[in-house]
């Protein structure tokens, strides 16, 4: 007995190590999934739905392979990110009530994010049995799961504060979290048209993820 309560401290912190493995791994192969398939094929931003299913058809093969990555890029990152909003209870019930609202928001984003990636595999199988109109619809009915923004802007938001109120990672991760997350929003309700302020927003929120990998993942035990 005395063996047992003098080594379960120590499995409980190899455990509480092992999760941030885990953690940190999803949160480094999340971004990078999702952002690499990004520079792959042709971009169909600003084209009609007509033009879209057009340009897809014509490297089909690419097209799918890029939202298949897309696909499992979205789940390893949300998924990382709810887990992570989980590790973070503590006795500040501030921080507690943030962290449970992004982790919601950010697991209830992941299913519409597998939705809205997998719209151009449905898209293409649809234009090859039915032709490039019923494609073109697909295409044209998944612009309003685009909305997913909003959640993961939130989510994201409300994460960074109970990071930051935990001082997690020296307090930093969370204030940058914050601050790529109002870009975000700020490129979608104010300046849609600034390139500057999307790319910070977008494309930091993908940075900061895989940042907040890298430190999860060589977290040491404690």
């Known amino acids: 007995m005395l063996y047992f309560h003098a080594i379960k401290p120590n ?3 190899m455990e509480n190590f092992m999760n941030s493995k885990v953690i940190g791994a999803m949160l480094i192969l999340g971004p990078l999934l999702t952002v690499i398939p990004w520079f792959i094929g042709s971009d169909t931003s600003g084209m009609t739905p007509s033009e879209q299913i057009t340009a897809i058809l014509a490297e089909s093969g690419t097209v799918e392979a ?3 990555l897309n696909v499992f890029g979205g789940i390893f990152m949300f998924a990382g990110l709810y887990y992570l909003a989980r590790t973070l209870k503590s006795e500040n019930n501030l921080s507690n009530h943030f962290a449970e609202i992004g982790g919601l928001l950010l697991l209830v984003t992941l299913p519409i994010w597998v939705v809205l990636m997998g719209t151009d595999i449905s898209a293409i199988d649809a234009a090859k049995d039915h032709g490039n109109e019923v494609g073109a619809t697909i295409i044209a009915s998944s612009i309003g799961l685009q909305t997913i923004g909003i959640l993961l802007v939130v989510g994201l938001f409300s994460l960074g ?3 930051t109120l935990l001082r997690k990672y020296k307090g930093i991760i969370g204030i940058l979290f914050i601050i790529v997350s109002v870009a975000a929003f700020i490129d979608m309700a104010v300046a849609p048209d600034s390139e500057a302020i999307g790319m910070i927003g977008w494309m930091g929120m993908f940075l900061m993820t895989l940042v ?7 977290q040491k035990e404690n």
């Open 11 to 13: 499995l409980n912190n």
């Open 66 to 68: 890029r939202s298949i």
């Open 161 to 163: 504060i109970s990071l």
């Open 212 to 218: 907040t990998g890298i430190l999860t993942t060589l």
